[in-house]
């Protein structure tokens, strides 16, 4: 099966392609040729990884390159910290700014944190599946809390200040395989699989 991943985010194509089945051809949107940004405008993660899933199923059919391909499916990922109300939820990648980096994302959480007990939070992603023209959606979500400082220098994005549920570490001092066993990611991408399989 070949699936087309809606997303230019290198770090999430690597995790995806080590987390799904080898029978599963996960293919980069610049293998295809797609190189134009989509614009993230929905109010949810259910609707940013929707409309990223259908903006390449659209361009994929206008280009005539859905013959080669079984299907494509998008992730959107939110960070919801529970002290902030839920916060940064849907604009967890641009956080601290539409030009920030993930170090500004970082010291921005800390920061708002600062003196604050309650640190839970939880990362959720929703993966939008679109195989035959019609779109399915499945998430995956992992709890824990916000560390006090950045710590290991594995992952992305907010994984050096976030500490899994059953842990004392954060996803950042974790092993590859061990994150991708218990992440919010993994969880959907196991999903994932059930419908692909």
Known sequence: MKLVFASNNKHKLAEVRQILPVEVEVISLHEVGFFQDIEE???T????????????WHWLSDNDMLSGVD??????????????????GVRTARWAGDD??????RQKALKELLGVEDR???FRTVVSLILNGQLQQVEGIVNGCIALAEEGDGGF???PIFIPEGYDRTFASL???????????????EELK????
């Open 175 to 189: 092993d590859t395989h061990e994150k991708n066993a218990i992440s919010h990611r993994g969880r959907a991408m």
């Open 41 to 43: 405008v929905g109010a």
């Open 120 to 122: 839970r939070a939880r």
């Open 157 to 159: 994005g907010y994984d």
């Open 45 to 56: 993660l259910e609707e940013n990884s929707a409309l990223k899933a259908r903006v390449v």
């Open 194 to 197: 059930k419908i692909v399989q």
């Open 71 to 88: 299907g494509v499916f998008a992730d959107d990922t939110g960070l919801e910290i529970s002290a902030l109300g839920g916060a940064p």
């Open 100 to 105: 920030a980096c993930d170090i500004n994302n």
